[in-house]
């Protein structure tokens, strides 16, 4: 199979037709290897339209999901990125070739040590792993230019308010566990909030002190 055949169609039928027009998230998507990210069992439908699994009952993301959610923060290339749900590393490996520095939160540590591989093969060095419960943010290193949380919450997790900068930009998946709505939110110069509804989302459950209650299952 010819990855860079996959992925370049991938990047037009799947990113572009749907409406994604930051030039460096097309770009970037262009370049990033996600076979590379999933079992060698799978590679062949890494370039699918579809989230996959990857172990320990998670998934790597949809690509137009990675792809939106990146686009809906705007990033230049200066900022600091905090991501909660490292996965496989792919949106990771994105965010790290759109901003300047990403620190990303995982709770399992065999995703974490897996996805940090990957990013060392690739010589992504901008990127900090921490095994932890990401919902209650990476206090240290706040505040953030942008967060991107990967997996559904039941509501906006104070935490990510508190560390998000004037101007900064969250976006996550607010609703059940099962189906979600994807949510920005930026943080306005005289302290506010602007919240906006982007689009409907599946993501796996976020599960920690500000998430939803570990069942064992997700
Ligand atoms: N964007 C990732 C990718 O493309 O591979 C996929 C992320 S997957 C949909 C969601 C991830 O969030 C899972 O790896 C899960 O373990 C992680 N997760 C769930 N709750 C978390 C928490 N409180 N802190 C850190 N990670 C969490």
New binding site residues.
Partial sequence: MDFAIARRRMVEQQIVARGVTDVRVIEAMKNIPRHL?VEVGLQAHAYSDSSLP?G?K????QPYM?AAMSAALELQGHERILE????????TALLAKLAKRVYS????AI?AGRARKVLDQLQLSNVNIKIA???IGWKDQAPFDGILV??GSPEIPLSYLEQLDVGGKLVLPVGDRDQQILVRVIRQQDGSFKKEQLMGCR??P???EQ?WEDEGNG
């Fill in positions: 990210f990857i320990a998670q998934t790597i993301s990675v909660v749900g490292t996965g496989s590393g792919y949106q939160v995982e709770r399992i995703l419960d990401g919902t990967a997996a993501f796996v976020l599960i920690g998430g």
